[in-house]
C-alpha cells in the first residue's frame, strides 16, 4: 500500500501475519523547550504508525543541526525528548542521522508492524458510522499565539502536554473494536484530513456544538492570530464543505494540527465496547459527527 490514498503511511506484506508500516515526519521547533520539541516532534511521528492500527516498533532520528549555530547542549535536550517518547511507545531507537543545517528541525522514521487484515486505512466508513476525535483542536492558532506572547503560561504548558501526548491509548481502543477507518489530524486540519476519510464515496455530518478546541483559541482567533496555513486549507478544502458556520468554527476547522489526535469511524453499536476500552485505559474522546450516504465528498456543518 502506497501513497495514493493519502494514507498516514506505506504498508508492506511480509507473511500472512505479518505487515510493516513505514513513516517519516520532521519539522521545525514548535516550542521554545529544546526537550519539549523532541517530545512533540517524536509524538507526531509516531502517530502515522497508530493511524493505520500499528504498533511501533523500531525508530531513527532525523536531525538537521549546526553546532557552530548553537550549543550542542540543545540538540541533546531534542534528541532525550525523542528518546523517551521513542520507549514510552515500547520502540526502540535504532539510530539516525544528522546533517549540518542552521535551521533546526527534527523527526523520526518509524516502522510499525500490524496483522494484514487488521489495517486500518483512512478510507472505509460506512453511513451511520460515528465519527470520534481524540485530543482537542486549536493548536495552530495556539502556537500562532505563543509566538506574540499572548498566550499565558499555564495554557502554553497544556498545550504542549497535548501535543506531546502519543495517540497510543486512542489506537489500543480503536483496535478493540471494529474500526472501519481511521487517520491522524496534522497539519491538514479536522476539513482536511476528514475530506480524504470521506473522498467521493460518503459525506459526513458534523455536531459542531461537540468539536473539542482549546479554550484560549477563541480570543486568539478573533484578535487575527491565526496560523497562514489555516488560509491554504480553507482555500484548497472548503469545496469539501457544505454549509455554514460561525467564524470561529470555521477556523477552527481549517487549523492546521500539530500533533493531533486520532479521527475514528466505528458502527453506532461499537461505540459502547470502545467507551470501555477507552475509559479503561484513559483515553480521551469525543464523538464529533455521522457518516451519511449523502452528499457524497461533503463535511456538512
Ligand atoms: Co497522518
Ligand atoms: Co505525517
Not at 29 to 41: C, E, L, N, Q, S
Not at 87 to 104: F, K, T, Y
Not at 248 to 256: G, K, R, S, V, W
Amino acid at each position: 500500500m502506497g501513497i495514493e490514498g493519502f494514507e498516514d503511511a506505506g504498508v508492506y506484506r511480509i507473511s500472512e501475519e505479518l505487515a510493516i508500516v513505514q513513516t517519516v515526519d520532521f519539522f521545525t521547533p514548535v516550542v521554545d523547550d529544546p526537550y519539549d520539541f523532541g517530545r512533540i516532534a517524536a509524538a507526531n511521528a509516531l502517530s502515522d504508525i497508530y493511524a493505520m492500527g500499528a504498533v511501533p516498533k523500531t525508530a531513527m532520528n532525523i536531525v538537521c543541526f549546526s553546532p557552530k549555530a548553537f550549543d550542542i547542549k540543545i540538540l541533546k535536550e531534542i534528541l532525550k525528548g525523542g528518546a523517551d517518547k521513542v520507549r514510552e511507545a515500547g520502540a526502540s531507537l535504532m539510530g539516525g542521522h544528522s546533517v549540518d543545517d542552521e535551521e533546526i528541525k527534527y523527526g523520526l522514521s518509524v516502522t510499525g508492524f500490524v496483522h494484514p487484515e487488521k489495517i486500518v486505512r483512512n478510507e472505509g466508513a460506512r453511513p451511520g458510522d460515528v465519527l470520534i476525535i481524540t485530543k482537542p483542536l486549536g493548536t495552530g492558532i495556539l502556537n500562532t499565539g505563543i509566538k506574540a506572547d499572548m498566550v499565558e503560561a499555564g495554557a502554553v504548558r497544556s498545550l504542549i502536554e497535548v501535543m506531546a501526548t502519543l495517540n497510543d491509548r486512542g489506537a489500543e481502543a480503536m483496535r478493540a473494536v471494529n474500526t472501519h477507518a481511521a487517520t491522524d489530524v496534522t497539519g491538514f486540519g479536522l476539513a482536511g484530513h476528514l475530506c480524504e476519510m470521506i473522498k467521493e464515496s460518503i459525506g459526513v455530518k458534523l455536531f459542531a456544538e461537540e468539536v473539542p478546541y482549546f479554550k484560549e483559541a477563541v480570543e486568539l482567533a478573533s484578535s487575527g492570530f491565526v496560523p497562514g496555513g489555516l488560509y491554504r486549507n480553507r482555500d484548497f478544502y472548503k469545496r469539501c464543505v457544505a454549509g455554514t458556520a460561525s467564524t470561529f468554527f470555521t477556523d477552527i476547522l481549517f487549523d492546521p494540527q500539530t500533533s493531533g489526535g486520532l479521527l475514528i469511524a466505528i458502527g453506532k453499536e461499537d461505540l459502547p465496547a470502545f467507551r470501555k476500552a477507552a475509559s479503561g485505559n484513559g483515553t480521551t474522546f469525543w464523538v464529533i459527527g455521522e457518516f451519511v450516504e449523502e452528499p457524497k465528498g461533503k463535511i456538512v456543518l
